[in-house]
Nanobody, 128 residues
């Protein structure tokens, strides 16, 4: 069973930066579609960015120009570099992996039915 472990979440002020990491327990980063989602309380889980073979195929309008997805295949690690953070970026951030295309959003337990692997989440809090 593949495990994804996120890290790097923190509390920062508006305008700050963070870099999230997602380490996979097996060598899937180079073959699976990998992505970052976030979920704020009471909202659906939304795709921020996804990539396959180091090619970014989706970047949400809300984070364009501020967030960048990247990966280190040798370390089996996916990254999300976040800059110019805003209070609206406050959420739990999740790493995901699937052989198929990652959906642009999902809700509740359905997320776990349609995506093969999820990390446990890491909290990002942005305050004034």
């Amino acid at each position: 069973q593949v495990q994804l472990v996120e890290s790097g979440g923190d509390s920062v002020q508006v305008g700050g930066s963070l870099k999230l990491s997602c380490e996979a327990s097996e060598d899937i980063i180079s073959t699976y579609e990998m992505g970052w989602y976030r979920q704020a309380p009471g909202q659906v889980r939304k795709l921020l960015s996804r990539s396959r073979n180091e090619v970014t195929s989706f970047l949400a309008d809300s984070v364009k120009g501020r967030f960048t997805i990247s990966q280190d295949n040798a370390r089996n690690t996916l990254y999300l570099e976040m800059t110019a953070l805003q209070t609206d970026d406050t959420a739990e951030y999740y790493c995901a992996a699937d052989m198929g295309m990652l959906p642009e959003y999902c809700k509740g337990s359905f997320c776990y039915d349609i995506v093969s692997y999820w990390g446990q989440g890491t909290q990002v809090t942005v305050s004034l």
